[in-house]
């Protein structure tokens, strides 16, 4: 039988910091984001990055934490015992079942941008699997205000595989595609994904190139997000998370309408809430919560 | 924190804010008696401050769970934004 290419998925993988010595830290704390679409597991040693690993969440939260933590850990020589305090995150926060604290992916999220981009962010923008979410935060990564939008799957992780597989175009390459138009078109009508489909299907048909229904859907994803961010303003600096941030076809567009530009990370943009939680962690443990 | 409850849909936005620091003080915390649909709820936050917040499972209809204190018409009796001394609930619709 021939294989069915799935086009949405992308790649999962684990990572392990060579210049840290975990037997050497004085305090281990690890954060755990359960997402609907995606989990990541982040270990940290004293407050720097040690290890993560960033797959796709399962058909359970606890099995996906357990997984994504046992993949953070692999050929480290570290076990669960090593690890003095937990954090849970994400849509699955409440079913961690190792975590010793639950807490909301938009504190995590504002303190891993504060940790990704450096204390001058003051503006993130998580663009998750099923939701969202605008955050101000300050110099110590304290959320001051969010707004968050996870009525549906349109302008979100989900809604753009589901956009990758219709259109036959592996989710990496779906913002560079986007990018390659002689002239910017529209954004798709519609904001609900089960329509943009029914209107992105009509376009193909009617004769647009993939490119071009590309980018009228990531422009579309941007519009939306912006006019979240309106609602509670934009100050700089300004900052993506999750795993929109890695389209390029959606960031660019995002920054032209705002006319700000987003900073940049060498860090992986979708562990930012586990990074967050993992310090949140740490600071717990240093007010003696465990 | 002003916190956002709600959402976007094509028919407009439907957010309610409230400025949590006003709830740490707020020692009675009145609205969540007299709102009569109980939309709040009384939580401890991610930074161990008692706030409150809009119930999970009004979020994504927020529009129809207060329409009782909005009607298309007439006079519009906000329950909660009356017993709110700080002044900490606002409505965007
Ligand atoms: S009455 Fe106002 S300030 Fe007091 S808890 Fe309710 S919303 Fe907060
Ligand atoms: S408008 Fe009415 S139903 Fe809505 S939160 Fe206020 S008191 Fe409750």
Same mark, same amino acid.
Not at chain 1, 67 to 72: E, M, R
Not at chain 1, 76 to 97: A, E
Not at chain 1, 259 to 271: E, M, N, P
């Given at each position: 039988?021939?294989?069915?290419?799935?086009?949405? @998925?992308? #790649?999962?993988? !684990?990572?392990?910091?060579?210049?840290?010595?975990?037997?050497?830290?004085?305090?281990?704390?690890?954060?755990?984001?359960?997402?609907? $679409?995606?989990?990541?597991?982040?270990?940290?040693?004293?407050?720097?990055?040690?290890?993560?690993?960033?797959?796709?969440?399962?058909?359970?939260?606890? !099995?996906?934490?357990?997984?994504?933590? &046992?993949?953070?850990?692999?050929?480290?020589?570290?076990?669960?015992? !090593?690890?003095?305090?937990? $954090?849970?995150?994400?849509?699955? @926060?409440? !079913?961690?079942?190792?975590?010793?604290?639950?807490?909301?992916?938009?504190?995590?999220?504002?303190?891993?941008? &504060?940790?990704?981009?450096?204390?001058? $962010?003051?503006?993130?923008?998580?663009?998750?699997?099923?939701?969202?979410?605008?955050?101000?935060? &300050?110099?110590?990564? #304290?959320?001051?205000?969010?707004?968050?939008?996870?009525?549906?799957?349109?302008?979100?992780? @989900?809604?753009?595989?589901?956009?990758?597989?219709?259109?036959?175009?592996?989710?990496?390459?779906?913002?560079?595609?986007?990018?390659?138009?002689?002239?910017?078109?529209?954004?798709?009508?519609?904001?609900?994904? $089960?329509?943009?489909?029914?209107?992105?299907?009509?376009?193909?048909?009617?004769?647009?190139?993939?490119?071009?229904?590309?980018?009228?859907?990531?422009?579309?994803?941007?519009?939306?997000?912006?006019?979240?961010?309106? @609602?509670?303003?934009?100050?700089?600096?300004?900052?993506?998370?999750?795993?929109?941030?890695? &389209?390029?076809?959606?960031?660019?567009?995002?920054?032209?309408?705002?006319?700000? #530009?987003?900073?940049?990370?060498?860090?992986?943009?979708?562990?930012?809430?586990?990074?967050?939680?993992?310090?949140?962690?740490?600071?717990?443990?240093?007010?003696?919560?465990? | 924190?002003?916190?956002?409850?709600?959402?976007?849909?094509?028919?407009?936005?439907?957010?309610?804010?409230?400025?949590?620091?006003?709830?740490?003080?707020?020692?009675?915390?009145?609205?969540?008696?007299?709102?009569?649909?109980?939309?709040?709820?009384?939580?401890?936050?991610?930074?161990?401050?008692?706030?409150?917040?809009?119930?999970?499972?009004?979020?994504?209809?927020?529009?129809?769970?207060?329409?009782?204190?909005?009607?298309?018409?007439?006079?519009?009796?906000?329950?909660?934004?009356?017993?709110?001394?700080?002044?900490?609930?606002?409505?965007?619709?």
């Amino acid at each position: 039988m021939a294989e069915v290419k799935e086009y949405w @998925r992308w #790649k999962e993988y !684990n990572w392990k910091n060579p210049d840290i010595n975990w037997q050497d830290a004085a305090v281990i704390t690890a954060g755990i984001d359960v997402g609907s $679409v995606s989990s990541q597991a982040v270990i940290m040693c004293d407050g720097e990055l040690y290890a993560f690993s960033n797959m796709r969440t399962g058909s359970d939260s606890p !099995n996906s934490a357990l997984n994504a933590i &046992n993949w953070a850990m692999a050929d480290t020589g570290l076990t669960q015992k !090593n690890i003095h305090f937990t $954090v849970g995150t994400g849509y699955g @926060r409440v !079913n961690v079942p190792f975590a010793d604290r639950a807490i909301t992916e938009i504190a995590c999220h504002a303190r891993g941008a &504060n940790y990704m981009y450096g204390p001058t $962010v003051r503006t993130i923008l998580d663009m998750g699997g099923q939701d969202c979410k605008a955050i101000h935060c &300050n110099e110590k990564g #304290k959320v001051i205000s969010f707004i968050m939008n996870d009525k549906c799957a349109a302008g979100t992780g @989900r809604g753009m595989e589901v956009f990758a597989n219709l259109l036959g175009v592996s989710i990496e390459e779906v913002g560079e595609r986007s990018l390659q138009v002689d002239e910017e078109p529209g954004p798709v009508s519609s904001t609900c994904v $089960v329509f943009a489909k029914t209107e992105a299907t009509g376009l193909l048909r009617s004769g647009w190139s993939t490119e071009k229904v590309l980018a009228a859907y990531c422009s579309a994803m941007a519009h939306r997000v912006v006019s979240l961010l309106e @609602r509670i303003g934009m100050e700089e600096d300004f900052a993506i998370t999750g795993g929109i941030a890695k &389209n390029v076809g959606v960031v660019s567009r995002l920054e032209k309408e705002l006319g700000v #530009k987003a900073l940049k990370t060498r860090h992986d943009t979708q562990i930012a809430g586990a990074i967050g939680g993992a310090l949140f962690a740490k600071a717990l443990v240093e007010k003696g919560k465990k | 924190m002003i916190a956002n409850y709600g959402y976007k849909d094509g028919s407009g936005d439907f957010f309610i804010s409230i400025d949590t620091d006003k709830c740490i003080a707020c020692e009675d915390k009145p609205c969540l008696e007299a709102c009569p649909i109980k939309i709040l709820e009384k939580f401890a936050d991610d930074y161990d401050d008692e706030v409150v917040g809009v119930k999970e499972e009004h979020r994504k209809k927020i529009k129809y769970s207060c329409a009782e204190c909005k009607p298309a018409s007439g006079e519009r009796n906000l329950a909660c934004q009356k017993v709110c001394q700080p002044g900490a609930i606002e409505h965007s619709w």
